[in-house]
C-alpha cells in the first residue's frame, strides 16, 4: 500500500513563492525516482519536477529556474520549492512515484493571483 500526502499549497501573489512537502509511504524509498505533477482545470495532469534516488533532476521547461525539486530520504519526503509564481502556476499539484505511478493522493492546490 503506497500512501502520498501532499501538502503546502495555497494562494499566493504572482511573483510570491511557496514550498510544496510530500510524505510518501513507499518500501525503498531512496530508490525511487519521485515526482511532482500539477492538474489545472479541464487540463491533463503534466509532469513538472522529478528526483531520482541519486538526486538528479528534471524539469518541464515551462517550470525550469522557478521551480526545485529536492528529497529527504530519512524522512521520505519530497519537496517543490516554488519562486516566482506565475497565474498559469495554479493547479492541483500531485506526487508519485516515476515511472510506476501509485495510487494519487489528494494533491494541494496551488493558486496564483493577485
Known amino acids: 500500500q503506497v500512501q502520498l500526502v501532499e501538502s503546502g499549497g495555497g494562494l499566493v501573489q504572482p511573483g510570491g513563492s511557496l514550498r510544496l512537502s510530500c510524505a510518501a509511504s513507499?518500501?525503498?524509498?531512496?530508490?525511487?525516482?519521485m515526482g511532482w505533477y500539477r492538474q489545472a482545470p479541464g487540463k491533463q495532469r503534466e509532469l513538472v519536477a522529478s528526483?531520482?534516488?541519486?538526486?538528479?533532476?528534471n524539469y518541464a521547461d515551462s517550470v525550469k529556474g522557478r521551480f526545485t525539486i529536492s528529497r529527504d530520504n530519512a524522512k521520505k519526503m519530497v519537496t517543490l520549492q516554488m519562486v516566482s509564481l506565475k497565474p498559469e502556476d495554479t493547479a492541483v499539484y500531485f506526487c508519485?512515484?516515476?515511472?510506476?505511478?501509485?495510487?494519487w493522493g489528494q494533491g494541494t492546490q496551488v493558486t496564483v493571483s493577485s
Open positions: 508519485n512515484v516515476l515511472p510506476n505511478i501509485q495510487n
Open positions: 513507499v518500501r525503498i524509498f531512496w530508490l525511487m525516482t
Open positions: 528526483i531520482t534516488g541519486g538526486s538528479s533532476t
